[in-house]
C-alpha cells in the first residue's frame, strides 16, 4: 500500500529534489480514520505502520487472516479459528471453529423448553423433561381419560364428571360425580326412599332394602289406607254430584218434560197396574218450591185404562223453611200438539188453583205422599191418537207454576 502510494509520488514527482521535499512533508497516518493519532513526514510512517495497533498482521495463530493489532488479542481470544477455547456450559476445550459448531448443540447448555412452561433446562435433559416434569405436557385425568396440561389436570379433576364423590347418604361407596342423580334414584343403600304407599297416607321411610321388606309387611295397613282413601273419594264424588246437580236445576217454574218412547212405556202402562212416570225434579225459582210432575200414561183413578193422567207434588226442597205454606201457586199442564203446521196446532191445556185446605200443598214431610195434586183424566186415549200429541214416539208436557195468577185458566 504504501509502495504504491510511494511509486505514484514518484511518477508525479520524477524529480529526486522534489522527491526529498515529499518524503519531507507532513502526512497523517492511513488509519487516521480508524483512530491513529500519528502524524509526521512521510518518509517515516513505514516505520510507523510497523507498529501502528491500527495496522493490519498476519494472525499470531496462523490462521491465515489479517487482523489490525488492536484487534488481535480479541481475535486471537474469541475468534480466531485456530484459537483454543473452552465451552462455557461444558468446560470442553475446543478449536475455535469447532467450538462454533459446538454452539448450539452442547448438551449442558440450558434452553428454554419448547413446550413454553418457562422453565430452563440443560438440552441433553430435554426429553425427559418433555416426558416426565414439564408443566405443559399432556397426561390423561385419571377419573375420565381426557389430556390436560399437567399443571391444569389437577383443577379439571376437581370438577371431572367423572370424578368420584361421597354418597351425600353416606352409602359405602363413592359414585362418578355424573352418575351420583341415578345413583340416588336408583341404586343407593343408604337413601331414605318413601314407601309406595305415601299418596295413601304411609310415612315409612327407609332404605331400598327396607322399603321393600316394609312393602311386603304391610299389605293390611296399605290397604286400610287405600280404602280409607277410596272412601273419602267416594264422599267427595258425592259432594261433587249434589254441586252438580244443584247447577243443573231447573229453577225457572216451568218444565218442559220430553216423554221418548212413549209406544213401550205405554204398553207397559197397560199391561202392568199403577205405572208412574215421574219428572225431574224443578223449583218455582231460585230459592223456591221444590216440584215433581207425574204421568199415568193408563191413567190412575177416575182415568183409569180411559185416559192419561198427571199429577204435581210437592218435594221437600231446600228452602221450605222460608216458604208460605201451604202451596199457592197456579199450576199449569200443557200437552203439545207437533203439527208440522205450528198454526193448525191445537195445545191441550189444564190449570188449577191449589186448594189451600189440601193437605197437598202443606209443607211436605221429608216422606212426602205417594199422590200429588192434578188431572186424573187430563187427555182421553182417543183423544191424544187423534191430533199430533205423539210424534217420533215423542210426547213433550209442560208444567208451568205461575206465582203471580190466583185464578186458573
Ligand atoms: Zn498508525
Ligand atoms: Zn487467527
Ligand atoms: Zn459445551
Ligand atoms: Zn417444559
Ligand atoms: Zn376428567
Ligand atoms: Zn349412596
Ligand atoms: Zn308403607
Request: with cysteine; charged share 25%; hydrophobic share 35%.
Amino acid at each position: 500500500m504504501i509502495k504504491f502510494i510511494i511509486s505514484k509520488i514518484k511518477k508525479i514527482y520524477p524529480d529526486p529534489e522534489s522527491e526529498k521535499a515529499i518524503m519531507g512533508s507532513v502526512v497523517y497516518c492511513i488509519h487516521h480514520k480508524e483512530g491513529c493519532q500519528w502524524s509526521d513526514e512521510l518518509r517515516k510512517l513505514k516505520a510507523h505502520l510497523n507498529t501502528c495497533k491500527h495496522d493490519a498482521v498476519l494472525c499470531a495463530a496462523h490462521c491465515g487472516a489479517m487482523i489490525p493489532r488492536v484487534l488481535m488479542q480479541d481475535h486471537l481470544r474469541y475468534t480466531c479459528p485456530r484459537r483454543r477455547a473452552n465451552c462455557e456450559h461444558c468446560h470442553t476445550e475446543f478449536s475455535g471453529s469447532a467450538l462454533e459448531e459446538h454452539q448450539g448443540n452442547c448438551g449442558h447448555e440450558p434452553i428454554y423448553c419448547e413446550n413454553k412452561c418457562g422453565a430452563k433446562v440443560q438440552r441433553r435433559h430435554t426429553q425427559q423433561h418433555l416426558q416426565q416434569h414439564c408443566s405443559k405436557r399432556l397426561v390423561p385425568c385419571r377419573h375420565c381419560g381426557q389430556k390436560y396440561t399437567q399443571d391444569t389436570v389437577c383443577a379439571h379433576g376437581e370438577g371431572c364428571a367423572r370424578a368420584p364423590v361421597p354418597c351425600p347418604q353416606r352409602c359405602a361407596a363413592p359414585v362418578p360425580r355424573d352418575l351420583l342423580d341415578a345413583h340416588l334414584r336408583d341404586h343407593c343403600t343408604a337413601a331414605a326412599l318413601p314407601c309406595s304407599f305415601r299418596d295413601a297416607g304411609c310415612r315409612f321411610k327407609g332404605s331400598r332394602q327396607a322399603v321393600e321388606r316394609h312393602t311386603e309387611e304391610s299389605c293390611a295397613q296399605h290397604l286400610c289406607l287405600v280404602s280409607a282413601v277410596a272412601a273419602r273419594q267416594a264422599r267427595q264424588l258425592d259432594a261433587l254430584r249434589a254441586a252438580v246437580a244443584r247447577l243443573s236445576l231447573n229453577c225457572t217454574g216451568a218444565l218442559v218434560w220430553r216423554i221418548a218412547d212413549w209406544t213401550a212405556k205405554m204398553a207397559e202402562a197397560k199391561c202392568k197396574d199403577g205405572v208412574e212416570l215421574v219428572s225431574p225434579a224443578f223449583y218455582t225459582s231460585q230459592y223456591g218450591y221444590k216440584l215433581q210432575a207425574s204421568l199415568f200414561l193408563n191413567g190412575n183413578g177416575a182415568g183409569e185404562s180411559t185416559h192419561m193422567s198427571v199429577y204435581i207434588k210437592i218435594l221437600p226442597g231446600e228452602y221450605d223453611a222460608l216458604l208460605r205454606w201451604p202451596f199457592a201457586h197456579t199450576v199449569s199442564f200443557t200437552l203439545f200438539d207437533q203439527s208440522s203446521s205450528p198454526d193448525r196446532a191445537c195445545n191441550i191445556v189444564e190449570s188449577f188453583v191449589p186448594d189451600p185446605t189440601w193437605k197437598n200443598f202443606q209443607r211436605p214431610s221429608k216422606e212426602p205422599d205417594a199422590l200429588g195434586f192434578g188431572f186424573p183424566r187430563f187427555v182421553s186415549h182417543e183423544m191424544l191418537k187423534k191430533r199430533n200429541f205423539v210424534k217420533d214416539d215423542i210426547m213433550f208436557l209442560r208444567v208451568k207454576v205461575d206465582p203471580s195468577k190466583i185464578v186458573a185458566v
